[in-house]
């Protein structure tokens, strides 16, 4: 499995940015596709999953109302759409691919929130 993830940027408080994460190679194995962020310094850091399999999502409780994880089976990506942006939310964000045994990563992309 290879992971693409993109749409990264800069943004002042309480804007918004919509994060994109292309799935390629052995997609039906995929359990769940989270999101994971790593601000400077600090450790990485789960922010939301979904499962493939019954399309439930889930998310950490620091941005529960103001990401939304979604997927576009068309073009097997998902996205994380996330408003109401935070300085507390600059970090590199990281798709991840669970499959059975087996994580998978993307690259990061940045985001980042002034105030």
């Known amino acids: 499995v290879q992971l693409q993830a993109s749409g990264g940027g800069s943004v002042q408080a309480g804007g918004s940015l919509r994060l994109s994460c292309s799935a390629s190679?052995?997609?039906?194995?995929?359990?769940?596709m989270d999101w994971y962020r790593q601000g400077a310094g600090k450790q990485r850091l789960w922010v939301a999953r979904l499962s493939t399999k019954d399309g439930r999502v889930d998310y950490a409780e620091p941005v529960k109302g103001r990401f939304t994880i979604s997927r576009n089976d068309t073009d097997n990506t998902v996205y994380l759409q996330m408003n109401a942006l935070k300085p507390e939310d600059t970090a590199v964000y990281y798709c991840?691919?669970?499959?059975?045994?087996?994580?998978?990563w993307g690259q990061g992309t940045q985001v980042t929130v002034s105030s």
């Open positions: 190679g052995n997609i039906a194995s995929i359990k769940f």
């Open positions: 991840n691919a669970l499959a059975p045994y087996t994580p998978y």
